[in-house]
């Protein structure tokens, strides 16, 4: 099962997504952290064994590179760290093994839409990765955003604005916004106020993930039966 916990800058994917697998597992669900930065310096995916860490300075590397190369690494990188996780846990999963995704694609691919990148194009190269299971959308307006990451931020999350601005940040993260509000109404996405207390935002997603396993049990049965 791929769950994605999805959400603009700021909004605490990686935060939520982390205390949501430690609490998930708690509970008995075998749940895996999904993160494209794990597949850097790690030997569970050797195929990736030509990135170095720092991933600090991967991550700037990134963002000076142009588009397409940039959009498409990124696509890989998550590729990658989500297939090498299906292929770890299948062999020996009794239950059906949990996949959570901080962020997944949904992110990078409106941030590199915003930027100038052919919509329809971004949007063909996503359709080609496996399509989770739930999508959690942690929705936070640029305003509550910037006061979390003021003195937090890189170039990336500000329109490549150098001095990372408070109307660049606004502006590129309401673009971004526009187009996540735009595919979760689209696609059936599960909003959560991210502005809600953090053990309130994750104990939703948890209950959320819960009930996506329980149903996907009973329609295995089902179609068994």
């Known amino acids: 099962m791929i769950i994605a916990v999805v959400g603009s800058d700021g909004a605490g994917k990686s935060t939520v997504t982390s205390l949501a697998v430690d609490r998930l597992a708690e509970a008995g669900v075998p749940a895996q952290l999904v993160e494209r930065w794990r597949i850097v310096d790690n030997p569970d995916y050797p195929a990736t064994r030509f990135l170095r ?11 000076e590179m142009p588009n397409p190369p940039r959009f498409l690494f990124l696509m890989w990188s998550i590729g990658m760290a989500l297939l090498g996780e299906r292929n ?31 919509r329809g194009w971004v949007e063909s190269v996503v359709a080609g990765l496996p399509v989770p299971d739930l999508v959690l959308y942690l929705r936070l307006e640029p305003e509550a955003a910037w006061r979390r990451k003021e003195h937090d931020l890189v170039p990336y999350e500000c329109g490549m604005d150098p001095d990372c601005g408070r109307d660049s940040f606004l502006r590129h993260q309401g673009a971004i916004l526009s187009l996540l509000d735009e595919w979760s109404a689209r696609s059936g996405w599960v909003e959560v106020d991210a502005t809600l207390p953090l053990d309130t935002v994750v104990e939703r997603v948890v209950t959320a993930v819960r009930s996506a396993r329980v149903g996907s049990s009973t329609r295995a049965v089902d179609a068994v039966g």
């Open 53 to 63: 860490p720092p991933v600090s300075d991967l991550r700037l590397c990134v963002a």
């Open 88 to 118: 770890d846990a299948a062999p020996s999963a009794g239950a059906e093994a949990v996949g959570v995704l901080d962020g997944y694609w949904m992110k990078h691919a409106a941030s590199e839409i915003v930027y100038g990148m052919d």
